[in-house]
């Protein structure tokens, strides 16, 4: 229990963060997620609302059957109907049926909701929460009374707001949360109403919506003024503009305010974490999440970066390993000689002395003048210093590619590529089809030297972007591709410019190719010498 050090975590991702938009989840993926939660050692798992969705029924009825190392699943749902018994209520009776060590009972503590959203009365609101708790105490559970609207609910008036907490507590709710259902209160208000009911309940918790952009920081005021437990969700998940981030508050709360919540260790999973919720939800995670985003610690000033050479304390909070997220160095035209030494640090297999790189400089910015950006396409940049180097051969040569597309009378689009290359001077011509351009000239690429270099096979295009950089110009616009590949070990991204598409396309596809043989292929010197023997 809280003794002041520690705060527990509970997750609402599974319930809360599912209504949030575009969220959606299976009950199998919301197993993957709570089992990696408990993993990492989450002290509470909202898995959802078993009287609401068949869902939610299904997902306890398989966490029934798992064993949870860490964490406690909590069923959630609200007091009992003021129409019916608490026995004879069929919300009570599922949350029973979910068979979870801990229930959250969600109750309202503001007058208006009890007026106006329920329609009864405030006397018969306190005896639905007093009622409910107590029969589920009975029952041997562990009762988390969450107070809907609690700071409205006090703003409109602070002695019911108070007597539906007390009620809740002298009922025998084991923990009494504070929420700010609509995310409309700053931390100027949560900080000191906490403050004041901290030594009354000394088990309190906060639940936070991020409606005002302060969710994380009316938990962190919560957690300063003395809560033992914070509910959020992972990435933000939630309603509207989300619940409280708890990549966000684990980390501070463990870094800044020196509290324990998941522990130093587990602390590490954090990054995978984030990814691993934001994939299995099928959302794309913001870059510029605090501690676990991919640009958290990204690095793009040059004077930001010859700071960060010489101690990464200079433009560095802290050091992102503690959240299992990594620093970046970005190369741009706002780079220095310092960004170039980085990454060519960072990518290992190549030797600053080889280059030269005052003149390496001047032609990444000439290519990001002309339309480039190796922000997002760091296997081109690591190509192109590679080019750069002394005595470099390339592994192939292209001759030259054609695209047709064709609609035949039957109104069906056909792609057809044909690409030329040179493979020590023997020349291989393949034709391809394809679902669109870009997927015949893929193939055919990769047709044309896979009888060279088998490990080709392996390439997968996972993404393709293309982006219109001077739409002012109408269709003699330049165009920016960028395509992710990844083989079965990693992944990355190349980038082509071009006004023509197809141009720009072929670009970025020989650069993904060339990458794998460079660099992703740990065979490629055995696989070259092969090639020299097969080549009559
Ligand atoms: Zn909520």
């Known amino acids: 229990m809280s003794d002041g050090k520690q705060v527990l975590i509970y997750d609402c991702t599974l319930r809360d963060g599912t209504q949030g938009e575009n969220v959606s989840l299976s009950v199998d993926d919301k197993i993957h997620i709570a089992e990696k939660l408990d993993d990492l050692g989450f002290h509470y798992i909202e898995g959802g609302w078993p009287g609401s969705n068949q869902k939610d029924v299904e997902f306890f009825d398989?966490?029934?059957?798992?064993?949870?190392?860490?964490?406690?699943?909590?069923?959630?749902?609200?007091?009992?109907?003021?129409?019916?018994?608490?026995?004879?209520?069929?919300?009570?009776?599922?949350?029973?049926?979910?068979?979870?060590?801990?229930?959250?009972?969600?109750?309202?503590?503001?007058?208006?909701?009890?007026?106006?959203?329920?329609?009864?009365?405030?006397?018969?609101?306190?005896?639905?929460?007093?009622?409910?708790?107590?029969?589920?105490?009975?029952?041997?559970?562990?009762?988390?009374?969450?107070?809907e609207h609690f700071f409205d609910g006090y703003a409109a008036n602070p002695k019911y707001a108070k007597a539906v907490l007390r009620t809740a507590r002298d009922a025998g709710a084991d923990w009494v949360v504070l929420c700010d259902t609509n995310g409309g209160n700053l931390p100027s208000t949560v900080a000191p109403l906490t403050r004041q009911l901290s030594p009354e309940f000394p088990h309190l918790g906060i639940h936070t919506h991020n409606d005002c952009g302060v969710g994380v920081?009316?938990?962190?005021?919560?957690v300063e003024e003395g809560v033992g437990m914070v509910q959020g969700t992972i990435n933000g998940y939630g309603e509207r503009?989300?619940?409280?981030?708890?990549?966000?508050?684990?980390?501070?709360?463990?870094?800044?305010?020196?509290?324990?919540?998941?522990?130093?260790e587990s602390l590490k999973g954090l990054t995978s974490l984030a990814y691993f919720v934001s994939e299995t939800a099928n959302m794309v995670l913001p870059n510029n999440l605090p501690f676990v985003g991919k640009s958290a610690f990204a690095h793009?000033?040059?004077?930001?970066?010859?700071?960060?050479?010489?101690?990464?304390?200079?433009?560095?909070?802290?050091?992102?390993?503690?959240?299992?997220?990594?620093?970046?160095?970005?190369?741009?035209?706002?780079?220095?000689?310092?960004?170039?030494?980085?990454?060519i640090r960072e990518f290992g297999d190549l030797?600053?002395?080889?280059?030269?790189?005052?003149?390496?400089?001047?032609?990444?910015k000439q290519l990001e003048y002309e339309g480039y950006q190796f922000e997002g396409a760091e296997g081109t940049l690591k190509l192109l210093l590679h080019r750069f180097g002394k005595d470099r051969v390339e592994p192939f040569d292209f001759k030259g590619f054609r695209v047709l597309v064709e609609q035949d009378h039957s109104g069906q689009c056909v792609s057809e590529a044909s690409v030329k290359v040179s493979v020590g001077g023997v020349i291989e011509h393949t034709v391809a089809n394809g679902d669109g351009p870009v997927h015949a000239l893929d193939r055919a690429v990769?047709?044309?030297?896979?009888?060279?270099?088998?490990?080709?096979?392996?390439?997968?295009?996972?993404?393709?972007?293309?982006?219109?950089?001077?739409?002012?110009?109408?269709?003699?616009?330049?165009?920016?591709?960028?395509?992710?590949?990844?083989?079965?070990?990693?992944?990355?991204?190349?980038?082509?410019?071009?006004?023509?598409?197809?141009?720009?396309?072929?670009?970025?596809?020989?650069?993904s190719v060339l990458y794998k043989l460079l660099f992703a292929s740990p065979r490629r010197n055995q696989k070259t010498d092969t090639r020299e023997k097969t080549k009559v």
């Open 62 to 147: 398989r966490a029934k059957g798992l064993t949870w190392k860490n964490s406690k699943i909590a069923a959630f749902g609200s007091t009992r109907h003021y129409k019916n018994t608490v026995e004879e209520d069929p919300n009570i009776a599922a949350l029973l049926e979910a068979e979870t060590p801990t229930i959250t009972l969600v109750g309202k503590s503001w007058d208006f909701h009890v007026e106006k959203a329920l329609g009864t009365t405030l006397e018969e609101n306190l005896k639905m929460v007093k009622e409910s708790v107590a029969y589920l105490k009975e029952r041997d559970k562990e009762v988390i009374f969450d107070a």
């Open 217 to 222: 920081a009316n938990s962190l005021a919560a």
């Open 241 to 264: 503009c989300g619940n409280a981030n708890l990549c966000s508050i684990i980390p501070a709360i463990e870094l800044k305010l020196e509290k324990n919540t998941i522990g130093k």
């Open 300 to 343: 793009k000033g040059g004077l930001h970066v010859s700071g960060i050479n010489k101690d990464p304390k200079t433009y560095e909070h802290f050091d992102p390993a503690a959240v299992g997220n990594s620093r970046r160095v970005l190369v741009s035209d706002l780079s220095g000689r310092s960004n170039l030494l980085y990454k």
């Open 351 to 364: 030797d600053a002395d080889d280059l030269d790189l005052k003149s390496l400089l001047e032609h990444i």
């Open 446 to 511: 990769k047709k044309a030297l896979v009888r060279f270099f088998p490990e080709i096979e392996e390439v997968r295009l996972v993404d393709y972007k293309v982006r219109v950089l001077d739409a002012r110009r109408g269709t003699a616009a330049k165009v920016r591709v960028l395509i992710e590949s990844r083989d079965g070990h990693q992944s990355w991204t190349t980038i082509g410019v071009s006004p023509n598409v197809m141009e720009a396309s072929w670009n970025a596809i020989i650069d």
